[in-house]
């Protein structure tokens, strides 16, 4: 970029700034941005005691990898209890005749 487009750069950015807001009155550049911007604040409120319990629910949630180990644990429990309660039985019969 040479001096010259810098210069001219520069004399458009200052040109913008000095010009008013262009529109019809209408959002955004009505004269209500203080009432929308209070609006906005007090919605904001809400919004931030609602993450607040979402994040609470989601401290107690379980993750993915935790219902798979559970699951791989209850899963474990599940086969070791049924060989042991197999071999009782296989036991008691072979006693018992």
Same mark, same amino acid.
């Given at each position: 970029?040479?001096?010259?487009?810098?210069?001219?750069?520069?004399?458009?950015?200052?040109?913008?700034?000095?010009?008013?807001?262009?529109?019809?009155g209408g959002p955004p550049?009505?004269?209500?941005?203080?009432?929308?911007?209070? %609006? &906005? =604040?007090?919605?904001?409120?809400?919004?931030?005691?609602?993450?607040?319990?979402?994040? !609470?629910? /989601?401290?107690? *949630?379980?993750? %993915? &990898? =935790?219902?798979?180990?559970?699951?791989?644990?209850?899963?474990?429990?599940?086969?070791? !209890?049924? /060989?042991?309660? *197999?071999?009782?039985?296989?036991?008691?019969?072979?006693?018992?005749?």
């Amino acid at each position: 970029m040479t001096l010259a487009n810098r210069r001219i750069g520069a004399q458009q950015a200052q040109s913008y700034i000095q010009q008013p807001l262009a529109g019809d009155g209408g959002p955004p550049h009505d004269g209500n941005m203080e009432a929308r911007v209070a %609006k &906005l =604040e007090e919605t904001i409120v809400q919004v931030r005691e609602r993450l607040v319990a979402i994040e !609470t629910k /989601l401290d107690s *949630a379980c993750t %993915k &990898l =935790e219902m798979r180990t559970m699951e791989s644990t209850l899963i474990k429990w599940f086969v070791a !209890t049924a /060989l042991i309660l *197999a071999s009782l039985a296989f036991t008691a019969a072979k006693f018992i005749h």
